[in-house]
């Protein structure tokens, strides 16, 4: 459980830092309603991960758009609403205490917190995309279409099957969400890592990354290493907000302050307003 002595220890490290990037997971959503992956009622206590690899969707569309259309139904008609752990974000923007944000998640609810730099390292569930011709359209619609029994919906255009623009297990990143992820790690001073559980990679990747700065783990991504030694001595800061320890714990952060986002988030954005003199 946090202490408020961490909460102010953050708030001192947001205020001394120049270019701050956040990179967030499942669980910073879980306090909107939406399940997580991993945590003690995750998602992945209900499905198997191996249904949702692209290999799996090409074999059977339709029995993905049947598995995702709960999910996609909840995220769409459940409405779900940023709860304060992303409106705490959108405001460390508003202080200009943060430079952007790579999420795991495929909610849009950064977005909707009002965040203005996101970068969407998994795609996004409310889109969907046209295997065939690369089209996209509103996932609204192929859910209508799945709904009223189109297994699997296909595109309007050439008929090809439609896919959800999330990035599904053995696809690979959005290059361009990929190179951008990859920089900002690389540029920051201070990394805050909120509700994941480090586990997928490229995405755990990122905070080695910056505690690294560009030198050994640069070279996963085809980058000439300087060194095969860890030197965390003279990266950027890594500050983890999650619910329970990670592999980054301990290794890579400097320090987790460990409970709920939704409670946590606030409680050091309200610090660093007060050392900013609001
Ligand atoms: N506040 C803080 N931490 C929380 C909260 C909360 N309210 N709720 C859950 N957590 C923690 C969980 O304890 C867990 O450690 O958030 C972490 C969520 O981890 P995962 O469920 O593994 O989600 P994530 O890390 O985003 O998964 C990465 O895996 O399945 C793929 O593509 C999927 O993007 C996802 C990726």
Redesign the pocket.
């Known amino acids: 459980m946090y202490s408020e002595e961490e909460i102010k220890k953050a708030a001192k490290d947001i205020i001394n830092s120049e270019k701050i990037v956040v990179l967030t ?3 910073i959503s ?2 909107s309603g939406i399940p ?4 003690k009622d ?1 998602l992945w206590t209900k499905y198997d ?1 191996e249904d949702f690899t692209y290999s799996r969707f090409l074999q059977n569309p339709a029995k993905y758009w049947e598995m995702s259309v709960e999910l996609a139904e909840f995220l769409l008609t459940a409405e779900p609403m940023p709860n304060p752990a992303h409106l705490a974000l959108a405001r460390l923007e508003e202080l200009g205490k943060l430079k952007c944000i790579v999420t ?2 495929v909610d849009g609810l950064h977005q909707a917190a009002g965040n203005t730099d996101v970068i969407e390292f ?1 795609g996004n569930l409310r889109r969907v995309v046209c295997i065939a011709c690369g089209e996209h359209f509103p996932h609204e619609l192929a859910l209508e279409k799945a709904i009223n029994g189109e297994l699997p919906p296909l595109c309007d255009n050439c008929k090809g099957v439609l896919k959800p623009d999330a990035v599904l297990f053995e696809e690979p990143i959005p290059r361009h969400a990929l190179e951008r992820a990859l920089q900002e790690a690389r540029d920051c001073d201070l990394m805050l890592v909120i ?6 990679y490229p ?1 755990a990747e990122l905070p080695r990354i910056a505690k690294e700065r560009d030198s050994y783990r640069a070279s996963l991504f085809g980058f000439s290493s300087q060194s095969r030694v860890l030197d965390y001595t003279k990266g950027a800061k890594v500050i983890e ?4 320890p ?1 592999p980054l714990t301990g290794i890579v952060s400097d320090y987790l302050i460990e409970g ?3 409670e946590i988030l606030p409680k050091i954005v309200k610090e660093v307003e007060a050392l900013l003199g609001y």
């Open positions: 997971g499942a669980g879980t306090e997580d992956f991993r945590g995750g991960p795991q998640n998994h509700g994941t559980s480090a586990v997928v995405a907000i999650n619910a329970e990670t709920k986002a939704g």
